[in-house]
């Protein structure tokens, strides 16, 4: 009998009274709205990604190219093509490893993003996708080491027969065996058919150092998986500074010169169009063909990646200069759903709503810096991170604060933290709707700590000029354990509204999508209390998920003739569905604008 | 009453820009699984062997023997690493289609389950590799693995196969019974009031009320 009381089917009938329209204006307003959504979302990355894109291709091209050349003529006897096959790929490299250190200059982009945001949020919020960049030239970088090493394994392959055919009217023997009296204006590396290129690759600088770096690339791209990154931060986080070695190899990468074309002055005596039939008398005086001279090019990486490496270790010195800088921890609140609220100052520290800082604690680990969501209000004399245990870290981080310690702490006895950030775009887009919609699912209801309070501060404070009139915010969360905090908020808003008039400011919907039996008969004896009885608000709590077909309808009918804008944070199918509702519901009279990429 | 739901908070994609809180906060630092780590570089030296060896075959490399068997070494390895194990913390993301793979490494029972057999397998081998250029890196990197795997074993981790839970329907206990699916007895016509149409007021269930729809 306790199943059918309370029991809610998830996303069930609607009640949705159909409008006629006719279908054609529509489908063509609807199509107007997908693009334009599509193109404020979307278009710049799609535009940077085809520029990253294009300019791979157009290098991979040109220095393909650029070893067809005559110069390396006899190089391709050797070799073929596997020789620009090689050389191509490595060009490419060299612009993948110069991009890479820039997208995790984190203190550089917020530099940029602060200047940008004056111009174009668009493109300021393009900032926020650093990492997702950062791992497509990851990926690009290992692909092209991939082609690199293949066509230098066909390289290798191609130098050793070079000198295992010992006959003289072999050309590539002959050339092979130019430069064996002073070793230097040879052009096959392999000098003596009493080897193999396994050695010889672990005897020569570039082959050295090859195989170190892609070691170096291998263990740092599976460490960096998600199975490990998302658990085992540590493990990942130890494992990228190989990328330390990475460079270093890099750069030394080409340092022996063992990639060789003729010299041009020897291409003044020696003309492969003329001589290469004719190897069998070169040096001889009546041919006309001198013996031919090799030399490599100077290693060019450095070029492509000094910049970047030194911008990079300016952004790790940054780091360590606001490391040192105080902050100090004015209030610890230890709140019932294992969460832990660390309220700083720091001075000169500014915040927007929306954003995130890393916390370090020297005490717990040197080394370890970690994101946090700012629950703060810009408005506030404080900045606050609500920080959840789930680890080693935030469990030590715990304990440093005096959690498990049932008397307060003295204040001297707070441990010493560090503070790098803030960090990421502000939502400030919130305050420019009238009619707002906050979706939180889960943890994803952070930031909206930050808008919820700054938004109430804003109206407290200069109450005519709040654009914003209206706020619906829906909570979906699994279970009631991580609501306490995030409750205690809630009802101090619900109070200050009370008391200044305001009660129908903010509309909340918190929804439990999974619950237990046990509870499920307690709801259902209280189910008649005025305040609910899970998070004691005013508001109840729902079961299962939210119909959103009738809130958007709710909403629109309550709202005519305004634009409502739409944030989330949460889950990316939640973000489709809602982005589908968005579009389904936006009107003549009412348009609901899905922001995707606030958060 | 539902198929398990998966916790979106471990699972892959976040929103681009939400991805800091999924850096940490889900960050379940506690035991390090050595064996997780061990896997997916066990299963990336499987495809370099076997890519070195498809080279090595196709270019006929002077020692393509070797390719050949690295070839085969690497389809061999990565069928062993493809399915992953199951976290004894957390939860476990299968790698998608595993469970073929998994029912066929459960098949092996200690062969599989123990992580000092596995590394002692990888470490051997990943040596034929080491005899040619082309393999040499598919080896150096299955060597990696195999030293982590040992990690693993010693700290006592094991494999476990990640297979769908059988959802056992709580038995409904006997005092709980289907809402009345008939009116209540009516009082005997001779009680029965003249003119009025007790009939028409008999109990019917508007819609059933069984939760098995």
């Not at chain 1, 780091?319 to 660390?342: A, G």
Request: glycine share 6%.
């Amino acid at each position: 009998m306790t199943h059918w009381i309370i029991y809610v089917k998830p996303s069930g009938f609607t009640l949705k009274k159909g409008k006629k329209r006719s279908t054609s204006s529509l489908s063509s307003n609807k199509t107007r709205l997908i693009m334009g959504n599509f193109a404020a979302n979307e278009g710049l990355s799609i535009f940077v990604i085809l520029v990253w894109l294009g300019i791979n291709a157009y290098l991979f091209v040109q220095f393909y190219r650029a070893f067809l050349v005559e110069r390396w003529f006899y190089t391709r006897v050797l070799l073929g093509q596997a020789l620009p096959w090689a050389r191509a790929p490595a060009a490419c490299l060299n612009f993948n490893c110069l991009l890479i250190l820039l997208p995790v200059c984190r203190n550089l982009l917020s530099f940029l993003r602060g200047s940008i945001q004056y111009c174009s949020r668009t493109a300021a919020r393009q900032l926020d996708r650093n990492l997702t960049f950062h791992k497509l030239v990851a990926y690009m970088i290992a692909f092209h080491t991939a082609v690199h090493i293949i066509a230098h394994l066909f390289n290798f392959e191609f130098f050793m027969d070079a000198q295992l055919n010992r006959n003289s009217s072999y050309l590539p023997f002959v050339l092979s065996e130019i430069g064996t009296g002073d070793n230097a204006s040879f052009l096959n590396p392999i000098r003596s058919n009493e080897t193999n290129p396994t050695i010889v690759m672990f005897t020569t600088i570039a082959g050295l150092t090859g195989v170190v770096i892609t070691l170096a690339l291998i263990l740092i791209i599976t460490s960096s998986m998600e199975v490990i990154r998302r658990s085992y931060f540590e493990v990942f986080w130890y494992t990228h500074h190989l990328f330390v070695i990475f460079f270093i190899g890099l750069v030394f990468h080409g340092y022996g010169r063992i990639v060789r074309g003729q010299t041009l002055a020897s291409l003044q005596t020696n003309k492969p169009d003329n001589c290469a039939d004719r190897f069998e008398d070169w040096g001889k005086n009546a041919s006309g063909c001198d013996v031919p001279e090799f030399a490599g090019n100077p290693p060019g990486t450095w070029q492509w990646v000094l910049a970047s490496m030194i911008l990079y270790v300016f952004e790790r010195l940054v780091r360590i200069y606001r490391s040192h800088q105080k902050v100090v921890i004015t209030k610890v609140v230890m709140h019932p759903s294992k969460t832990l609220e660390l309220q700083m100052k720091k001075k000169g520290f500014r915040m927007e709503v929306g954003q995130y800082v890393f916390i370090q604690c020297p005490s717990v680990s040197r080394l370890e810096w970690h994101p946090f969501t700012l629950t703060s209000a810009p408005e506030e004399d404080y900045f606050s991170a609500h920080i959840r245990i789930v680890g080693d870290w935030t469990q030590a981080l715990y304990e440093a604060c005096g959690g498990d310690k049932t008397e307060q702490q003295e204040a001297w006895k707070l441990p010493k933290v560090a503070i790098d950030g803030p960090f990421g775009t502000a939502s400030e887009d919130v305050f420019h709707y009238e009619v707002v919609m906050l979706v939180g699912a889960g943890i994803g209801v952070t930031p909206f700590a930050s808008i919820l309070k700054s938004v109430w501060y804003k109206h407290i404070q200069n109450n005519q000029e709040v654009f914003t009139k209206k706020i619906y915010f829906y909570w979906l969360c699994p279970e009631t354990e991580a609501f306490e905090w995030f409750a205690d908020l809630l009802q101090s808003l619900e109070r200050q509204m009370a008391d200044k008039n305001m009660a129908d400011f903010l509309s909340y919907n918190i929804y439990l999508t999974r619950w237990k039996q046990t509870e499920a008969a307690h709801f259902r004896v209280h189910h008649e209390a005025e305040n609910d009885p899970i998070t004691g608000l005013k508001q109840k709590t729902l079961y299962g998920k939210p119909n959103w077909d009738n809130e958007f309808t709710n909403i629109a009918s309550k709202h005519p003739g305004s634009k409502v804008g739409v944030f989330l944070c949460g889950p990316p199918q939640l973000g489709k569905s809602l982005e589908k509702q968005c579009l389904s519901h936006s009107e003549a009279d009412v348009k609901f604008i899905f922001n995707k990429e606030n958060f | 009453m539902t198929s398990p739901k998966k916790d979106w908070l471990t699972k892959r994609k976040a929103l681009p820009s939400c991805e800091h809180l999924f850096l940490h906060h889900v960050n379940k630092m506690g035991k390090i699984e050595w064996a997780m780590w061990a896997n997916e570089q066990a299963l990336a030296s499987g495809l370099i062997l076997l890519t070195g060896g498809i080279v090595g075959v196709a270019g006929q490399f002077r020692g393509w023997e070797f390719a050949a068997y690295a070839v085969a070494a690497g389809v061999f390895v990565c069928l062993l690493e493809y399915p992953r194990s199951k976290r004894a913390k957390g939860t476990s993301m299968e790698r998608s289609g595993q469970h073929c793979f998994t029912v066929c490494v459960k098949a092996f029972g200690p062969l599989t389950r123990n992580y000092y057999v596995r590394a002692f397998l990888h470490a051997g081998v990943c040596v034929p590799g080491g005899f040619m250029l082309a393999t040499v890196l598919g080896c150096v990197c299955l060597g990696i693995a195999s030293l982590i795997y040992l990690a693993a074993a010693i700290r006592g981790e094991h494999w476990e196969p990640i297979l769908p839970r059988k959802d056992t329907r709580k038995p409904v206990a006997e005092s709980i019974k289907n809402p009345p699916q008939n009116p209540p007895p009516r009082p005997p016509p001779e009680t029965r009031r003249k003119g009025k149409d007790v009939e028409g007021a008999a109990y019917d269930n508007p819609m059933s009320v069984t939760d098995d729809e």
